[in-house]
């Protein structure tokens, strides 16, 4: 549901750009001045205290390293630019925002009926109304110069400043509207919402973004866990509001849209139940912990569902019901990168996606034909599918990650492990057998595996399968158009094993990892539950996490990114498969890259980053726990000093 690295390191970029001035009395909050269909929303209530605290952390230490300068600099500079670009709009910076912010900074952007999402951004300036004034004369020069026209309207005795700039070859005309109320400096990139925005300072009360349902649930689910500490950040996003409100904008400026298709369809599968989410970002909360967070996602029940259904279509996946006794296996080995748990109604999850399946596959029925090939195809395994695997497996799904030396672009593993009702565990390792020795699998012994152990394993043949089964999986896109393709199809998988144990059904990446496991099942001496980070985590998520979970994770935060840090220093990161990988071709692909859906290029040259072992001391051991409830699920987690 959320990445507490992902999250803390793009709220870091944001950071360091923010302000240092001294705290004065708070303007009215941004969210009591935001209309109630505010699609996003960022608020650091106190950017002078933010910005220390995050000089505090690891992370911040990071940012001043000067042997990390170069990737710093460019995340930060990619990071602006995903945020609006501000230089380019309007002439300034967020550097340049910190002479003149002395509390609240917030950003936003609104949807509207017709047209572009419009953009706010609102600072509090008491104190400092000379440098705002400064700053205000610099965005008109800078707007001059693009040719911008000057006009200005009033909302009472407010008076806004409007600068329009002409249309060019390449870029659609734009508004620039601000004006300054009680020492809170408003932009916006529309003149009716800052119409709207000035007329809410003179009425206070009535329907804005603090009363919305979505935001007020949120909020009051955090709060309920966070006592007196006033939290350094909050924020709150409605998903497909915010999805739609970005979209317009790359439409109005002629920018490729590549993300509709799948908005679209997830919303056609119920998925729009989840109305928003949100929460508070703690910083240098201690001495132990760097960030703690926690996120409320508000999901109530779909009015156009049937009942007993909560929800429509496939977001009936979503039944996470919270369970005790959800502690890491023993077998678990001590040197991973991650770990997390979680407790799924897997049989409900097989009933209910089907829709979700075909609406991937591109036509109707197409999950109901290929579970009929599993049981009928002559070709295939011939196994109910349903009553032969999915009814024998438990609730509780565990999944470890790992990568193996050298670093290369496939370097990461995992071990997928799903827990076996007892009674049935006869009857589960016959039907897996005959569904992967169908597939090219072949049965193998594993030392240190339990008694009673049935284990596979697959390994790329030189010649091509002649079985037309033998390409199929559950994942590809399996349709009519595809029966005489099947040479060109890609396996999810190039090497893999898979293993039935009295306990539990393992999938590992490869069998090197489910030797592993067994043996330190066998010989329980270096367990992850035995090391030190791990015990501290779990200390911690005792504080600040949910006592009832219906999952939770660890993670070492240096072996996670391990493999994405080596491969940027070889220079093949934007062909990395990595976790570091996948976020940093999302936030450094540029806007040419973007449109023409081109493998972007590397930006950071290896040879000005140092070894990893000299940036591992950065990164500090996570997790975190998600709870469900009646109307949707609180995550909450920790990002610990190293």
Known sequence: MTNSTQCCWNLASLAAALLLLPHVDAATPADQLLPANTAGFVAIANPAE??????ETDLGHLAVDPSM???????????TRRLGNLQERIGITFDELRGIASGELALAIIPQAKGPATSVLTVDTAGNSDARDALIARIEKHLATDGATRTSVSVGTTAITVQTVPPTNDKPQHVAAWFVIEEQLVVTSSVDVAKQLAARFGTPGGESLATSAS??????????????????LRWFVNPFAYGDAVRSVALYEGRIDKDEKASTMLRDQGFDAVKGMGGFLYVALDDQHDFVHRTAIHAPADLAATSPDKYRLAMRMLKLPNRDEMEAEKWVPRMIASYTTANIDLLNAFDTVDSLFDAIAGYNDAFKTMIDRFENDPFGPQIKFRDQIIKCLGTRVSLVNDYVLPITPQSERFLLAIEIQPDKVDTLSAAIGKYVESDGY?????????????????????ETPTSGYEQDSLLPGIGPQEEE????????????????TPAYLLIASDVELLRQAFRQNREATESLVESFDFEDVMNSLATYGSNERSSWSFYRTDERLRPGYELLRQGKMPESETFLGRVLNELLTSSDEEDNRLIRKQRVEADQLPSFELTRRYFGPAGQTVRSDDDGWLVSGVLLAK
């Not at 300068?69 to 990071?79: A, G, H, Y």
């Open 50 to 55: 933010f910005e220390r605290k995050f000089d």
């Open 69 to 79: 300068k170069p990737f710093v600099d460019q995340i930060r500079d990619q990071l």
């Open 215 to 232: 935001y007020r649930y949120c909020i009051d689910q955090v709060q309920k866990t966070n006592g007196d500490v006033v939290a350094d």
């Open 442 to 462: 072949k049965k193998i012994k594993i030392e240190d595996a339990p008694s009673g152990t049935d284990a596979w394993e697959f390994q790329p043949l030189e």
């Open 485 to 500: 393709n099947n040479d060109n199809d890609e396996r999810l998988l190039i090497r893999s094993a898979v293993a039935v």
